[in-house]
């Protein structure tokens, strides 16, 4: 799976695998089917290694689409330089991440650089039943669970134009010791072995075109039928 994406990867920008959850032919207006079975909302989920800039691109997104809210998710990490509570992440203590996955409050967890990240599934679920559009920033691992657990959800999965150019970013950070880059790197290559379990990969080679791209997915997936005509009842009197 890494070999096919190193030689595809360069070659198209964004990639749609034709996921089809329902057909216009057995459409029944009358009968609308949501986006995730029982919620009325959209839930996106964007994927992709460390340094390929999934963060900015959700950021960019938030920026031009005020009708898409960001869940923030629960990490044992402690905060980088410019990162703030509640608004990046909830920063809590291993102690404090373990008593509540033990409640059983996470849509999602995984550990990922060693550290434990979590999804508040009450927050999700809520947003979703009041017509709310998500997007969840989770790895691969946590998009697995997600799936299994909310179907009808759109996987997007970012990449960089390459290796190399992941590399260059990484260390142009600052962030991060050599020793841990390295650990990223190698983290990567598993990561985009899992790019083809995604509804849609976009290469980030050029950071406008990667968020008209990431865009472009979310307004195609308001534009499906089953989501036109859950969010807008009048169209059953046609």
Same mark, same amino acid.
């Given at each position: %799976?890494? @070999?096919?994406?190193?030689?595809?990867?360069?070659?198209?920008?964004? =990639?749609?695998?034709?996921?089809?959850?329902?057909?216009?032919?057995?459409? /029944?207006?009358?009968?609308?089917? *949501?986006?995730?079975?029982?919620?009325?909302?959209? =839930?996106?989920?964007?994927?992709?290694?460390?340094?390929?800039?999934?963060?900015? =691109?959700?950021?960019?997104? =938030?920026?031009?689409?005020?009708?898409?809210?960001?869940?923030?998710?629960?990490?044992?990490?402690?905060?980088?330089?410019?990162?703030?509570?509640?608004?990046?992440?909830?920063?809590?203590?291993? &102690?404090?991440?373990?008593? %509540? !996955?033990?409640?059983?409050?996470? !849509?999602?967890?995984?550990?990922?650089?060693?550290?434990?990240?979590?999804?508040? &599934?009450?927050?999700?679920?809520?947003?979703?039943?009041?017509?709310?559009?998500?997007?969840?920033?989770?790895?691969?691992?946590?998009?697995?669970?997600?799936?299994?657990?909310?179907?009808?959800?759109?996987?997007?999965?970012? !990449?960089? *134009?390459?290796?190399?150019?992941?590399?260059?970013?990484?260390?142009?950070?600052?962030?991060?010791?050599?020793?841990?880059?390295?650990? @990223?790197?190698?983290?990567?290559?598993?990561?985009?072995?899992?790019?083809? &379990?995604? #509804?849609?990969?976009?290469? /980030?080679?050029?950071?406008? @075109?990667?968020?008209? #791209?990431?865009?472009?997915?979310? @307004?195609?997936?308001?534009?499906?039928?089953?989501?036109?005509?859950?969010?807008?009842?009048?169209?059953?009197?046609?």
């Amino acid at each position: %799976m890494v @070999r096919q994406y190193r030689l595809n990867w360069r070659s198209s920008r964004t =990639l749609g695998t034709p996921t089809a959850r329902m057909s216009q032919s057995t459409f /029944n207006a009358s009968q609308p089917i *949501p986006a995730v079975p029982g919620r009325s909302g959209l =839930l996106f989920i964007v994927s992709a290694p460390s340094g390929a800039g999934k963060t900015s =691109l959700l950021q960019a997104l =938030l920026q031009r689409d005020p009708k898409i809210g960001l869940s923030v998710s629960y990490t044992t990490r402690a905060p980088r330089p410019g990162e703030q509570e509640g608004r990046h992440y909830h920063f809590v203590s291993r &102690e404090t991440f373990q008593r %509540m !996955l033990e409640r059983g409050e996470f !849509l999602e967890s995984a550990l990922v650089h060693g550290n434990h990240y979590g999804t508040s &599934e009450r927050w999700v679920t809520d947003q979703l039943d009041a017509g709310a559009n998500i997007v969840l920033e989770i790895d691969w691992q946590g998009a697995a669970q997600v799936r299994r657990r909310l179907p009808g959800c759109i996987g997007i999965f970012v !990449l960089p *134009p390459s290796m190399e150019t992941l590399e260059t970013r990484l260390r142009g950070r600052g962030q991060d010791a050599p020793e841990v880059i390295a650990r @990223r790197l190698n983290a990567a290559r598993e990561e985009v072995s899992h790019a083809g &379990e995604f #509804d849609y990969v976009i290469i /980030n080679d050029d950071f406008d @075109r990667a968020v008209d #791209d990431l865009r472009a997915v979310v @307004r195609a997936t308001r534009l499906r039928t089953a989501t036109q005509f859950a969010a807008n009842p009048r169209l059953q009197q046609f």
